[in-house]
């Protein structure tokens, strides 16, 4: 690694880009939202910069605190699952051979790379009332009614536009994120520690308990916070498979810039969302630092 | 007679709780795609019963000139923006990468900010720019793409950047001081020893830029002026109202670029691997 001042054209050349195209495009448009944020309406297209509280204020009055709680609760259950679900395929990534890790590997990022809205899309196809679930149940429903059980008409389930729909497309839509990286810190595990494990006597589910989950832990923490910041934030999900009563954070933000036309509350908003996303990056950070230090030892 | 097969102790792929758990993981993650691909064939408008094989919808997702458009525009936007990014992002993993300076940590988790970031914090930020710099909204076409350009570049080149940081690591530094040596000079080393090298790693953080592009939905919504729509959004109209088999047709031709790219990205990634 060279210092910047002995080549320092060479250094300005190819840094210079990037840097100037984050600073306008993104730092700036930062900036403008967060002096918006504690700006105020002051005519239908004006807005003033006035250092108000005000939006901040209004995002604790009970009805937008009822769509953040939804929304951590929402988020959070959501992660649950998925960890749930993707420790055992983190698992037998793990201990595959090379080949099949490939597969295994491929098969988990393929929907992860297939466009949002077409996987929301399609689950929509799968559960909505006439949809192929239901179609299934209605067929299943009219074989017992064939045989003379008194069945009564197929009802069929309310699948979609509920939080269970939400929850569902979240799982559908975030799991990859929580696979990726318990099977980065799986595979970096010493697995001479779990033989010696189960050598010693220990059954499979007391070595994942007390030697795999504690080994993992900092793995285990970057999945729960890579999973539960964009489910957080997600808004196509909760739009699409959500009811009218399922709003989640990012419909209302957006809500305050297509429909109710009130920016400065709206910029208020995304900002508490970002300042959620940072603490818990700054949590996950700090884990690792401790993780990296309880490692080295 | 039963006879019981000889697994070793943390071989979990061959337990057939874990084959379960497993085969029940990708049932979830495929069935709802396999179901929509099936059915943008199925020759009836219900979208529910199979009546036979058909390439109509596929046929009428051509014709409709608004989809046509709108997955021409995203193909356009997904392409400009991957050879900026591309070109952004390899001059920063380089710049990270051979250079010390200061605020050096503080810039590089700065920039790596746009990855993180909630997608609606950055669209509602994208749109205030734009709205605030007074940035004509009725350009001609294609130029009235731009916006959304700019905004998917933002998001895109900082992953790229990360690919080609990676694959930067197994650069041995003793091949341009040989160049050098030689008598090139600090750009001709740069073009003709480095970036050969960065090339894998270019293509497959390129191919990465280009899925995230065609795959943006939210920010997109955000930065288009009115009368700017890309496949995603016109999807996202069509789903709103219904669920036809048209939307199948389109979504699946989306769906086999999408893995086109990313078996092209993984070999890409694969090289890497391989080689260093």
Request: proline letters at 6%; charged letters at 15%.
């Amino acid at each position: 690694m060279q210092d910047w001042r002995e080549d320092k054209t060479f250094f300005g050349a190819t840094i210079a880009l990037p840097v100037i195209w984050f600073m306008i495009f993104f730092v700036v448009p930062m900036a403008i939202v967060w002096a918006y944020s504690v700006g105020e309406n002051v005519g239908p297209v004006d807005i003033a910069i006035t250092g108000t509280f005000a939006n901040y204020a209004k995002a604790f009055s009970p009805e937008v605190l009822k769509v953040m709680g939804d929304s951590v609760v929402l988020a959070f259950i959501t992660t649950i699952i998925c960890l749930v679900v993707a420790f055992p395929v983190a698992l037998a990534m793990t201990f595959a051979d090379e080949k099949q890790k490939m597969w295994l590997l491929l098969l988990v990022m393929l929907p992860f790379w297939t466009n949002l809205l077409i996987r929301t899309y399609a689950l929509i196809a799968v559960m909505r009332t006439s949809g192929v679930i239901n179609s299934g149940l209605e067929g299943v429903h009219g074989l017992l009614a064939l045989t003379g059980l008194p069945m009564g008409t197929f009802e069929p389930l309310p699948l979609l536009y509920n939080k269970f729909a939400v929850v569902v497309g979240l799982v559908y839509v975030h799991l990859p994120f929580m696979v990726l990286p318990l099977y980065a810190a799986l595979d970096r595990l010493d697995k001479s520690l779990i033989e010696a494990s189960l050598d010693l006597g220990a059954g499979h589910l007391e070595t994942i308990r007390r030697i795999i989950v504690p080994l993992a832990a900092p793995g285990i923490a970057a999945g729960l916070v890579i999973t539960f910041i964009p489910a957080l934030g997600a808004y196509l999900t909760p739009d699409l498979l959500g009811g009218p009563d399922d709003l989640m954070i990012a419909s209302l933000i957006e809500r305050q810039f297509k429909r109710a036309n009130d920016w400065p509350f709206g910029a208020a908003l995304s900002f508490i969302l970002m300042y959620i996303t940072l603490i818990f990056f700054a949590i996950r950070a700090f884990m690792e630092r401790k993780g990296g230090k309880v490692g080295a030892h | 007679m039963a006879k019981k097969v000889a697994r070793a102790p943390l071989d979990y792929l061959n337990m057939p709780a874990m084959k379960a758990w497993l085969a029940g993981v990708f049932i979830f993650l495929y069935t709802p795609l396999m179901i929509l691909i099936l059915f943008s064939f199925n020759d009836s408008k219900a979208n529910i019963v199979w009546k036979g094989f058909t390439l109509k919808w596929y046929v009428k997702a051509f014709e409709n000139t608004q989809l046509r458009e709108a997955l021409l525009n995203s193909l356009l936007i997904a392409g400009v923006c991957t050879i900026i990014s591309i070109v952004l992002g390899a001059l920063m993993a380089f710049a990270f990468w051979r250079f010390k300076f200061p605020f050096k940590g503080p810039l590089e988790s700065g920039m790596s900010l746009p990855i993180v970031v909630p997608e609606i914090c950055f669209g509602v930020a994208v749109l205030l720019f734009f709205a605030k710099i007074g940035f004509p909204n009725d350009l001609p076409y294609p130029f009235n793409l731009t916006q959304i350009i700019l905004a998917h570049v933002t998001f895109a080149f900082p992953f790229v950047a990360i690919v080609v940081r990676a694959r930067l690591e197994s650069f041995n530094p003793e091949l341009e001081a040989a160049a050098l040596d030689l008598g090139a000079s600090r750009y001709q080393a740069f073009r003709d020893v480095i970036v050969p090298h960065m090339k894998p790693g270019l293509i497959a953080g390129g191919l990465l830029a280009f899925t995230l592009s065609l795959d943006d939905f939210v920010i997109t919504f955000f930065a288009s002026g009115p009368g700017t729509i890309t496949f995603p959004v016109k999807v996202y109209s069509m789903v709103r109202f219904s669920v036809t088999p048209e939307v199948n047709a389109a979504s699946t031709i989306i769906i086999l670029i999408t893995v086109l790219a990313t078996v092209l990205a993984l070999r890409a990634q694969a090289a890497t691997t391989k080689e260093s």
